[in-house]
C-alpha cells in the first residue's frame, strides 16, 4: 500500500522500531507512516544516520523524545531534500543535507525544521556528514557559548576519543587554545594527540587532576568539557583556574556529587549544564549560524573532520547500540540507511 502524504505519493517508508516488549527491547527494521513536512519544514529521504548515547536511553525508556517530536529512534542525519513545506527559503529539493533531529533519524525519510539543517560539503558522502552535526554543535554550544573558551586559553576535555570529544578537541586546537584530555586507554589516548591533544591522560587508574596539575606546572585550567558529572566533581572543581568554567554534558559518572562551594566562591567559578536535544528550533539554528561561523572554513579545508569509528547498515542498529556501550568506539558509529 502506499502512503499519500502532503508532497505526493511515496511507498510506504521503512524506520527502527522498538519491539517494547521484548525483555532487550530489540530494534526491527519495519514498514511506519511517513512523516509529513509542515509549515517550515522540509522532507528528508534519509541516506545515514549516527547513534548517540541519548538513543541508547531513548530505547530503554529512559529519555522520550520532546513534546510534538517522533518517537523514532536517531538525533541526526544527512540526506537530500525530497519536499519543502510553506516558508522555507533557505533549501530547495535536490539539496544534499546533513542536521540536528529531535528524533526520527532511524528511518527512510525524515521531517525537519528547515533552521536544523547544514549542507553536505562538496564531495562528501553522506555517512561522513552524518557523524558532523550533534557531536560538532554540542562541542561548539559548549566550548564556545556556554563555556565561552578563548584564544590562549587551556581546556580540559573528558571523554576526549568520543564523539564530542573527538570534535572538541579539533575545535579547541584550531581555536588555538591548549587541550588537555581523559580516556580510558593508550589508544584513544594517542588518537587524541593525534587530533592535536597537548597532554593526554588515564582517569580510571590515575588521579587526572594531580597529573594535569603537574603537566601545567602548578596552573588550573579555564573550561572543563565534562560528561562523567558526580566522578569527576571535585577534581574537576580543584582543577578549574580562578574565573573558569565547569560546563556538564552528561552523568555518565553519577548525578549526585557534593560541591565544594567554598571554592566555588573564592575563585569565582561557573558550574553550567547543558543539552542540545531541548533546545527550540530557533536555538538550534543560532547554534548553527554560530558554528559555521566560526569552523565551517576549516571544515571544508579539512582542519577540523568528523571521525568515524565504523559504518554499519541501519538494520545493525542494535549492535551499533552495543558497540557504544562497550566504550571501545573512538569518534562516532554512523548507520547507513540507503547502501550504495
Ligand atoms: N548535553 C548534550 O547536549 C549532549 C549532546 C551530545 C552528547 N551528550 C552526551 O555526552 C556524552 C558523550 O557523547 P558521545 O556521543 O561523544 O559519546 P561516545 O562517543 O559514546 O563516547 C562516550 C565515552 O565516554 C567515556 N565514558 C563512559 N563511561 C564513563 C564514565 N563512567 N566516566 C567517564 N567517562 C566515561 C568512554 O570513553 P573512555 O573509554 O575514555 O572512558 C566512552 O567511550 C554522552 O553521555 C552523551 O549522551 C550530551
Known amino acids: ?45 534519509v541516506h545515514a544516520t ?6 541508547l536511553l531513548q530505547r530503554a525508556g529512559h529519555y522520550p523524545p520532546p513534546a510534538g517530536e517522533s518517537e523514532i529512534l536517531g538525533l541526526e542525519m544527512a540526506g537530500v531534500v525530497m519536499a519543502t513545506g510553506a516558508q522555507v527559503r533557505d533549501w530547495h529539493v535536490g539539496d544534499r ?16 525544521d528547515a ?6 560539503p562538496e564531495g562528501w558522502s553522506f555517512e561522513r556528514a552524518a557523524a558532523v552535526p550533534e557531536v560538532f554543535l554540542t562541542a561548539w554550544l559548549n566550548l564556545f557559548l556556554e563555556g565561552q573558551l578563548r584564544s590562549g586559553e587551556t581546556v580540559l576535555i573528558h ?23 581523559t580516556a580510558s586507554t593508550e589508544g584513544k589516548r594517542e588518537r587524541c594527540r593525534q ?22 606546572g602548578g596552573d588550573g585550567v579555564d573550561v572543563v568539557l565534562d560528561v562523567a558529572g558526580a566522578s569527576h566533581l571535585a577534581r574537576n572543581l580543584e582543577l578549574l ?18 560541591i565544594d562551594l567554598g571554592l566555588v566562591l573564592r575563585k569565582r567559578l561557573r558550574l553550567i549544564g547543558s543539552t542540545l536535544r531541548s533546545r527550540s528550533a530557533a536555538e538550534k539554528g543560532g547554534i548553527i549560524g554560530g558554528f559555521r561561523a566560526q569552523f565551517w572554513d576549516a571544515l571544508l579545508a579539512g582542519h577540523i573532520e568528523p571521525v568515524i569509528d565504523r559504518v554499519l547498515p541501519i538494520q545493525e542498529a542494535a549492535a551499533a547500540h552495543d558497540v557504544i556501550a562497550g566504550n571501545g568506539t573512538i569518534g562516532k558509529v554512523v548507520l547507513s540507511v540507503r547502501q550504495a
Open 115 to 120: 533552521r536544523q539543517l547544514l549542507p553536505v
Open 1 to 45: 500500500m502506499a502512503l499519500t502524504g502532503e508532497f505526493g505519493t511515496f511507498a510506504p517508508m521503512k524506520a527502527i522500531v522498538i519491539d517494547t516488549e521484548s525483555p532487550n527491547r530489540a530494534l526491527h527494521w519495519r514498514d511506519v507512516a511517513d512523516p509529513i513536512a509542515g509549515d517550515g519544514q522540509v522532507l528528508v529521504d
Open 159 to 181: 571523554a576526549g576519543a568520543s564523539g564530542v570529544g573527538t570534535a572538541a578537541v579539533q575545535m579547541a586546537r584550531d581555536a588555538n587554545c591548549e587541550v588537555l584530555v
Open 50 to 55: 549516527a547513534v548517540n548515547r541519548a538513543d
Open 195 to 216: 587530533l592535536g591533544a597537548n597532554f593526554a591522560c588515564d582517569y580510571r587508574d590515575t588521579d587526572f587532576a594531580a597529573e594535569i596539575r603537574e603537566f601545567l
Open 97 to 112: 543535507v546533513c542536521g540536528l533531529l529531535g528524533g526520527g533519524g532511524y528511518a527512510e525519510r525524515v521531517a525537519v
Open 241 to 258: 583556574a580562578p574565573q573558569g568554567r565547569l560546563v556538564l554534558l552528561a552523568l555518565l559518572g553519577g548525578a549526585q556529587g557534593a
